[in-house]
């Protein structure tokens, strides 16, 4: 039977007896409905109280008697109780309020609040702290789960690791309530383990450690790939790898997992508490699928990586096997010795004093290294000719533009820098091979090379004549301005020479 305390004569029973007939009915009701039900003066001093419900009150043993209910409340509750008692007061209504009570605050009840006499005020309150319980996981979860979205919108957008692990550390310690966290990579040469992120350390003690698989708590989880748990640190730390003032950090309890990925160990994932850590269902999941998510990112980050490498090493065998072939095209053409390396030069000097951009400027000096590349496959009688061409050898010689990019279209890569092979010939007022464009429907890159082209060409010697002077050739070019050549790469063309001094010499 519930316990009844009693302190005025003007007891709820009592009042529940003014309405005749009711006392065992409604007693019953509110017994069957409440958790607490208080009888109370009008500022809010516990008349009377009774617990329905065994466990609250033995957990609650005469602690509400005589008291004002207000100081049952933490402060901020209480203020809003008395709002309630006034409203109450004046209107009559029945108010509804959720409170807990102090100290624990551990149990929550939901109650109404109205008048029953002019003196006194009725609570009941029903418990409801399994709800809030439920409410607050339930909050705890969908911040989690929001936390779990953003790491992956995170790894999806392939941000920089080490910020990514610490965007990842940063959600354990708010989530996770621990103090500090650390990340350690597998460095796959040297088999040890390197601190990569950190947070909450006060030390930098283990910042710069170097751990051997099996070594230090990091190298054990690392080599036996297997999480591990253990609650006071103190009793461990004697014989370990621990670093020189690991012990200042204080940490009680510790909890590492492996990061593997793809059956690889990848690194460890660490947490570290100063007080015990409260291992639940929940928070151990959200730990487990934090640590996937870091060992996808880390995967991720080296996939990354790797195909950086290898395309840049990609990227420097295609380079040299280019200049293989230019080199061996100059080598047939024994007059043509170091003229791919000079249009190269002039080429890639007139891009750059007329603003071309850095990305295109290595597709340009590509386009200019292959521009004759087609020669390979005009015959040697054509193509060492010591005399003029007749028109059939002339019409075989034009080919060499296409006859490029039938060999080079294959090759994707160098799709941008076909220009120059292509279109080198062309001719500014629309004469030239093998489209006959003109102006500016001719590639610039291909406007520029042009100049450089036959600048190189006429001071050489070639099968067909003599070498001419710089001074005839530089005039030459000036000749053609606007004919040959686009009048503003001639301008240009005109200050580099003067700057390098080529005019100089005859
Ligand atoms: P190349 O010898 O490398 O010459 C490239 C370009 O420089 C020529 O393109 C032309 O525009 C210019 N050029 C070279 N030499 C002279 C020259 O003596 N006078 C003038 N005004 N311009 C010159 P083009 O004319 O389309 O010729 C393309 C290629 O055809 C030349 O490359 C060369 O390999 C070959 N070729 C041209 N003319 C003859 C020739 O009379 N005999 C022989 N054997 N080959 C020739
Ligand atoms: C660690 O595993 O976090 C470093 C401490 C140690 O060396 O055991
Ligand atoms: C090649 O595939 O050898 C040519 C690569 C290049 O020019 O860039
Ligand atoms: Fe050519």
Known sequence: MPRVHR???DTLENQLHYLPGTVSRLGGILQAFADLTVLLDLDGTVLEYRFDTPHLQNRFPDLLLNRRFQNLLSSEVALRFDRQLLQVRESGELLAFEFSLQPSEEQWFDARIGLCSDSQLVLVAREITDHKRLESK??????RLAALRSIDLAIASGLDLK??????????????HVDAGSIWLVNPETNQLAFSSGMGFNT???QSARLRLGEGLAGQVALERKSMIIPDLRLNIAGSAYPPHF?????????????VAKGKTLGVFEIYNRAPLRLDADWVEFLNVLSGQAAIAIDNAI??????????????????????????LDLRDRG????????????TQLALSMGVEKDS???VRRGAILHDIGKVAIPDEILFKPGPLTDAEWQIMQQHPTLAVNLLAPISYLAPALDIPRWHHERWDGSGYPERLRGEQIPFAARLFAIADVYDALVSDRPYRKAWSQTDAIQYIESQSGKQFDPRVVVEFMKLTTSNGYAASR
């Open 7 to 9: 302190v005025a004569d």
């Open 247 to 259: 012990a200042d950090e204080q940490f009680l309890a510790y909890y590492g997992l492996p990061l």
């Open 204 to 206: 930098n003690a283990v």
């Open 361 to 363: 400027l290595i597709h």
């Open 336 to 347: 043509a010795k170091g003229h791919t390396s000079r249009v190269v030069d002039i080429t």
């Open 163 to 176: 910020l990514l692990l610490s965007i990842l550390l940063d959600q354990v310690a708010n989530l996770l």
């Open 303 to 328: 996939l990354f990586q790797d195909l950086q490498r290898s395309n840049v090493e990609l990227s420097l065998a295609y380079d040299a096997t280019i200049e293989g072939w230019a080199r061996t």
């Open 138 to 143: 339930l909050g705890q979860q969908v911040r």
